[in-house]
């Protein structure tokens, strides 16, 4: 009997598909015993090899079985992707496909518009990423509907076939008559497992949060659905981000995201680094943060100081004192700067006076450029106004 039944897991759909979140049966899950895999390659003599790798022979394995509510390639990989964040998230499983720590395997059938009962199930397999799967189960689809439409539905057989990615095509491995061909064997030495409640209970107290609650929580913050999947993704990354968010300079959410989804993850992907690795912690990314939410220093000084912090670490406001980047927000300051560039440039200040109005922006490029960036461009903006109005 299988251990659980009944679930479900809500996926946020693609854009392609119309984005929203979809609820997905779970049938049931339950235990096996891994018994190996095959990998297939070509030999430098041009002839196809089969190796059997028995590394992970007697490991255990968990299948989860799916209802039949999945309709696109697209579909089933924002599935496949979303039940590798849970496994992630409750550190069960590492899910990485490519050491077939996670492996996914997909039953496509079709049916006419109208019709209840779907059509003969073809297993496919061999997809190591969740691109590959969308890509297999598109091309089934399509190979499945033209047999139909050409009048060869006896063509569509229960079998199993291989996703081939060098001809982006299935290929049939070998046909299956019903479950016996599953080769399943019954665990003598597994006697009956029974769950109390009040286990149960337990461990739904100590569970860590899952991504949809993490997702949920993030949403309630106010940040755009595309920070919030970018966060969610990964444990590590909402570890951080919590932190920063919880550190002492109480940064704004939307400042935090914006700079960890942006610039942070850039420099991290070149870097080929963890965000575990960085120098950077969450409180002193809090602080730099907290520093552009008050106008301290701007968002380009901002951008200046980043790269320091991030090789280094520390703290943004020590590096602030030590440079003498604090945002200029002084109006007596900024109105002396603003004439400064409007008499250094007359020409401009009468081609504006008669209707140029876009030369506006040239102004605040030159009173920005002229305080190093420091000076607060809102204030630059106000003032500035003021005086191209005075005649």
């Known amino acids: ?92 499983c590492d899910g990485d496909m490519s050491r ?47 047999l139909i439409r050409a009048g060869k539905v006896h063509e569509i057989v229960q079998e199993t076939r291989t996703w081939d990615e060098g001809a982006q095509k299935t290929v049939a491995m070998r046909k299956k008559e019903g479950l016996a061909d599953y080769r399943y ?75 960890l989804t942006g610039d942070i993850m850039a420099y991290l992907k070149n870097s080929k680094m963890d965000i575990a690795q960085l120098p950077l912690s969450p409180a002193d990314l809090g602080e730099f943060c907290a520093l552009i939410d008050s106008g301290a220093i701007s968002g380009k000084i901002g951008k200046d100081l980043l790269p320091t912090l991030l090789e280094r670490g520390g703290s943004a406001k020590t590096l602030v004192d030590e440079r003498g980047l604090s945002q200029i927000s002084n109006p007596d300051e900024i109105k002396a700067l603003v004439q400064g560039v409007l008499d250094a440039n007359p020409n401009q200040l009468e081609q504006y006076r008669a209707g140029k109005t876009k030369l506006k922006g040239f102004f605040v490029g030159a009173c920005l450029k002229a305080s190093g960036g420091r000076a607060n461009p809102s204030l630059v903006d106000e003032i500035l106004q003021r005086a191209l109005d005075q005649h």
């Open 185 to 259: 064997f019954p665990e003598p030495d597994i006697p009956r497992l029974k769950l109390s409640d009040a286990f149960i209970e337990e461990v739904v107290r100590t569970m860590p949060e899952l991504p949809s609650a993490v997702r949920a929580r993030y949403a309630a913050l106010g940040l755009p659905q595309a920070d919030v999947q970018v966060i969610a993704e990964d444990k590590t990354f909402v570890a951080y981000f919590d932190a920063a968010l919880e550190s002492p300079s109480k940064p704004t959410p939307k400042q935090v995201a914006n700079w």
């Open 100 to 146: 077939g720590s996670m492996r996914n395997d997909v039953n496509v059938s079709i049916r006419p518009v109208g019709r209840e009962t779907f059509g003969t199930k073809v297993e496919v397999k061999n997809m190591n990423s969740f691109n590959a799967m969308a890509r297999a189960i598109d091309y089934e689809i399509a190979r499945q509907e033209e």
């Open 1 to 92: 009997e299988p251990l659980c039944y009944d679930g479900v897991i809500d996926v946020v759909l693609p854009v392609e598909d119309g984005g929203g979140v979809k609820r997905v049966g779970i049938t049931r899950a339950h235990l096996e015993e891994d018994a190996g895999k095959l990998t297939h390659a070509v030999g430098e003599d041009g002839k196809k090899y089969s190796y059997a790798d028995f590394n992970r022979a007697g490991v255990a394995l968990l299948e989860i079985v799916t209802e039949p509510d999945l309709r696109t390639g697209r579909e089933v990989a924002a599935y496949g992707a979303e039940l590798r964040r849970i496994v992630r998230f409750l550190e069960a």
